[in-house]
């Protein structure tokens, strides 16, 4: 077997007491660029993603797994007497720590800043908050959904009846969280390089998001007006995408009757029907896809394969027609080996895919 090429983390400790979404997705980051990850949890539950939507094919959430892959656990009681002092050679030699806990709790847990920096000068300290260290929302409790709202960014999006929708995605825990914290941790890195000193990372979700609002804050500031979603008449280049007629483009397209009569196309087509006309039928669209993302047409040929031997007469698949995962670089998250000759499984030399258990990683601290 060929030996893993380098990786740009190679050799950086990351003790991540973080848990759920922003801090455990930013670790994951930073495993597969190559830093050892271990996740410190609480004795006897673990983080609450564990059993968060549990199916029972594996031990833990997929949800977890996905998440935590590839990192080692430890699992301490961070309050009895003592805990600190057996994480005392891991924060010795750890590069980097996440926390994500409200401000104050790592302070009274003997973990806080100065408390660690005293132990190891050059580590990097990130903490990932709702509201950041300091000020007068600090302490309060959020969700991803709190932190939008407050930020301003629901309030440039509204459905027919003029109430924000349901937002797709967790955009304050990935885009306010996770990513700060990884973008900063890295520039921490490279800081460290030439002062030989660590530092705090006061990462806040809640203040991260007016990134995403910089157009509707330059209307306030500048044109002393709040941007909403209201159709301007730049937006009418869009036209051609739901097929708005040319009259209704040209006649009644700039005025409330013909923004009305677009209101209603959208509300009926589904996605796929929101083309550009320009783009041609599908068969030129999938030979084009084959060109720009084969990787994504060679999973879909496996997965294809797959199915139209499981119809043919069941059996095993046949060897490399494996499930194709897009987070998890094509393995299954429970880990099974691949089927080979004859339908027996054919382990990996190394899972990373795989989710750790809880506390397999506590002889460390007694290292």
């Not at 987070?327 to 895919?353: N, Y």
């Amino acid at each position: 077997m060929s030996a893993r090429p380098p990786r740009p983390l190679d050799g950086i400790l990351v003790l991540d007491f973080s848990t759920l979404l922003p801090g455990p997705m930013a670790g994951l980051i930073l495993a597969e660029a190559g830093a050892e990850v271990i996740k410190i949890e609480r004795a006897g539950h673990g983080d609450e993603m564990r059993g968060m939507l549990r199916t029972g094919v594996t031990a833990d959430s997929s949800n977890f797994i996905m998440l935590n892959r590839g990192k080692r656990s430890i699992a301490i009681d961070l309050k009895q007497p003592g805990a600190v002092a057996r994480l005392g050679p891991l924060l010795r030699r750890a590069d980097i720590l996440i926390e994500q806990f409200r401000p104050g709790v790592m302070e009274r847990l003997g973990l806080g800043v100065a408390a660690v920096a005293a132990i190891n000068p050059r580590l990097i300290y990130c903490s990932i908050t709702g509201y950041g260290q300091h000020g007068p929302k600090s302490q309060l409790a959020g969700h991803d959904l709190n932190y939008m709202a407050e930020a301003g960014l629901l309030s440039v999006i509204s459905g027919a009846d003029g109430a924000p929708p349901l937002p797709p995605a967790l955009l304050a825990d990935i885009a306010g969280g996770t990513y700060p914290a990884v973008i900063n941790v890295l520039l921490a890195l490279q800081l460290r390089h030439a002062t030989g000193r660590g530092c705090h990372l006061d990462i806040a979700m809640h203040e991260n998001l007016f990134s995403f609002l910089y157009w509707a804050l330059a209307q306030g500031l500048v044109h002393g007006r709040v941007a909403g979603c209201e159709l301007r008449d730049h937006d009418w280049r869009f036209a051609p995408l739901p097929d708005l007629p040319h009259g209704r483009r040209t006649v009644f397209g700039r005025g409330a009757a013909g923004r009305s009569f677009l209101a209603r196309i959208l509300r009926r087509r589904r996605r796929f029907h929101l083309r550009h006309p320009r783009r041609g039928r599908r068969p030129h669209r999938r030979a084009r896809q084959r060109r720009m993302d084969p990787p994504l047409c060679r999973a879909r040929r496996l997965l294809r394969g797959r199915r139209q031997h499981r119809r043919g007469g069941g059996g095993p698949a046949p060897r490399g027609t494996r499930h194709f995962c897009p987070l998890g670089r094509g393995r299954r998250p429970r880990g099974a080996g691949i089927a080979g000759a004859g339908g027996a499984a054919v382990p990996r030399a190394a899972e990373p895919s795989k989710s750790p258990a809880l506390g397999e990683a506590n002889h460390l601290l007694d290292a």
